[in-house]
C-alpha cells in the first residue's frame, strides 16, 4: 500500500500501517522509553540525537540565563542516583528502578529523615495507588520523591529513612531541534512537539516519534508550502525558540503541537484558537474522510505550546490530532502511561491522519471556472457516463490510508465523480477554496484535487493561487 500523493519526489514508501513503519515505531519506543528527559541536560541531547538518526535536523543550544520574553533559560539540570532506603538498607523508592521516582529537577540531598520530616516531600495519588505520580520543581529550588499510595501506606512511620538525591544545578544550556522543508507558496506551517519528559509513552514520547516519522515523510515529498518542525521542552522551549526566532513566526500561517498519539482511547481534535481557521477544517476533512469518530475539544490556555505560539505577540492558530488527549485519561502524568499503555500501531494511524491533513493543505487551491454560463456537458469531453444506470458503481477507495482489517474505508462512487466535477465547476468562482468546497459537499480532498487536475485539462478550469 502507498499514500496517494501526487508530489511525490522520490519512490519512498510512506505507508505507515506497514509492518516495516510499526517494527520502527515499536524499536524507536523501546530505545526512547527509558531516557530521563527534563528542560535541560543530557537525557534531551541524548533523545535529539537518536530522532537524529531517523531523520536529519539541526539541534541548537541556548545558553543558561539568557532572557527569553519575561523568562529565564534556567542552569542545567542532572541527575546521577536517587532513592529512599530503610534502616535495613533496602531501597524502598529508587531512581534508578523508575525515573518518575524523583521530582524532576529536584536539588540533592544526602540524610537521614524520620518520617515526619520526610513526608512533605513525598508525592502519591490516593485515587490511583498503584501508579507513580510525575511532579516537577523547575523554577523553585526543592527537592522531593514521588511513589505509589501503596508504597506509601507500606512505610513504617516510627523508622527513619536515608534519603539520597545526586544531583546538580549548573550553568549550561537549554537545546532544541528544528527544520525547514522550504515551499514555494509563501505559505509556512509549523509543526511542534516537546521533549523533556522522563519515562512518560502516550504524553511525550508518543508527540516525539510521530514528529520525526512525519518529518521524514514530508522530506521525501516535493511540498507547495513551507514546513517548520520544532521539538523543545515545552513552555520554556516554545518560549526560547520564539524569542530567538520573533520575526520568522510572525509569518507562520498556522501549525499543530504533536501530543498524545499513541493511546487505546479514542482520537480527539483541539480546535486553535480561532476555532475554524483552515487548519482547524484540513485536520477535520481528514478524520471525516477516514471515517474516523472523534471528541471536539476547545482552545484551551491551559494546553501545550499552543497557548505561546498564539499569544498576541505571534497569534499562529495550532490545532492537535489526539488519541487519549493530555489531561483527559486516567493515567496521563503517572508511571502507569507506560509502554503498555500505547501501541506502535495507534501511533501510525495518527501519524495517517497527520498525512493526509498535511495534503489537505497542499492540496487547497483556488480555482475559477471558465464556464461561467449554466453546467457544462460532461458527456461531450468523455466525462460522463454513456451508458446509464452506473451512477452508484463503486471506483475506489475513498482513503486507502488504514490497515486493511479496519472498518475506515469509505467507497467513491461514479456518482461521487460527477458530483466533484459539478461541484467544482459551481464553486469554483476565484474566491472558494478546495477545503470549503469539500467542506460543502462533504466529498474527500483527494477526489477534488483529481478532478479539479482533470478539468484543467479539458479547459474548464483555471488555477487561481
Known amino acids: 500500500m502507498t499514500l496517494n500523493t501526487s508530489n511525490k519526489k522520490t519512490s519512498v514508501n510512506p505507508f505507515p500501517g506497514s509492518d516495516e513503519i510499526v517494527a520502527e515505531i515499536r524499536t524507536l519506543f523501546g530505545r526512547l522509553f527509558p531516557i530521563c528527559r527534563s528542560l535541560t541536560g543530557d537525557g534531551v541531547r541524548q533523545t535529539l540525537e537518536i530522532l537524529k538518526s531517523i531523520c536529519d535536523f539541526d539541534i541548537n543550544s541556548v545558553a543558561s540565563g539568557t532572557e527569553v520574553f519575561d523568562w529565564i533559560v534556567p542552569e542545567e539540570w542532572s541527575i546521577d542516583d536517587a532513592y529512599i532506603a530503610d534502616q535495613n538498607g533496602s531501597k524502598i523508592v529508587s531512581f534508578k528502578e523508575n525515573n518518575v521516582h524523583v521530582v524532576n529537577y529536584s536539588t540533592a540531598i544526602d540524610a537521614v529523615l524520620t518520617f515526619d520530616q520526610l513526608r512533605p516531600h513525598l508525592h502519591t495519588l490516593a485515587e490511583l495507588p498503584s501508579a507513580i505520580p510525575y511532579r516537577t520543581t523547575y523554577y523553585k529550588k526543592d527537592w522531593g520523591f514521588c511513589l505509589s499510595h501503596d508504597q506509601l501506606e507500606r512505610m513504617d512511620k516510627k523508622a527513619k529513612y536515608q534519603v539520597l538525591i545526586s544531583s546538580s544545578h549548573k550553568p549550561g544550556v ?23 519528559h522522563p519515562s512518560l509513552a502516550n504524553d511525550n514520547l508518543s508527540g516525539m516519534v510521530l514528529w520525526v516519522f512525519l518529518l521524514r515523510w514530508l522530506k521525501s515529498i516535493k511540498t507547495e508550502h513551507s514546513y517548520r518542525f520544532i521539538i523543545a521542552p515545552e513552555t520554556i522551549g516554545a518560549i526560547t525558540y520564539l524569542s530567538e526566532k520573533t520575526e520568522d513566526m510572525k509569518n507562520i500561517d498556522g501549525g499543530y503541537v504533536l501530543s498524545t498519539v499513541a493511546g487505546p482511547g479514542k482520537f480527539g481534535y483541539s480546535h486553535s484558537f480561532k476555532k475554524d481557521h483552515l487548519i482547524d477544517k484540513a485536520a477535520k476533512l481528514a478524520m471525516a474522510d477516514c471515517g474516523v469518530e472523534y471528541i471536539n475539544y476547545p482552545f484551551d490556555i491551559s494546553g501545550s505550546d499552543e497557548r505561546q505560539f498564539s499569544t498576541p505577540g505571534f497569534r499562529i492558530p495550532m490545532g492537535t490530532i489526539s488519541k487519549d488527549k493530555y489531561f483527559e485519561y486516567d493515567y496521563y502524568h503517572t508511571s502507569l502511561d507506560n509502554l503498555d499503555f500505547i501501541k506502535p500501531e495507534y501511533l501510525s494511524k495518527s501519524l495517517i491522519l497527520y498525512m493526509m491533513t498535511i495534503l489537505n493543505l497542499e492540496r487547497n487551491k483556488i480555482y475559477k471556472s471558465l464556464n461561467q454560463y449554466c453546467e457544462p456537458m460532461l458527456g461531450k469531453r468523455g466525462l460522463y457516463p454513456s451508458i446509464g444506470g452506473s451512477q452508484k458503481q463503486k471506483v475506489g477507495a475513498r482513503a486507502d490510508f488504514f490497515e486493511k482489517q479496519s472498518n475506515l474505508n469509505k467507497a467513491v462512487t461514479v456518482t461521487d465523480e460527477i458530483e466533484a466535477m459539478l461541484s467544482l465547476m459551481f464553486y469554483s468562482d476565484g474566491e472558494v477554496s478546495l477545503i470549503d468546497i469539500a467542506e460543502k459537499t462533504k466529498l474527500p480532498m483527494s477526489v477534488l484535487d483529481e478532478k479539479a487536475k482533470l478539468l484543467i485539462k479539458k479547459d474548464l478550469l483555471e488555477l487561481v493561487k
Request: glycine share 14%.
Open 174 to 196: 537549554l537545546n532544541y531541534g528544528e527544520v525547514l522543508i522550504p515551499g514555494h507558496s509563501g505559505q509556512e506551517y509549523l509543526v511542534s512537539t516537546y521533549c523533556c
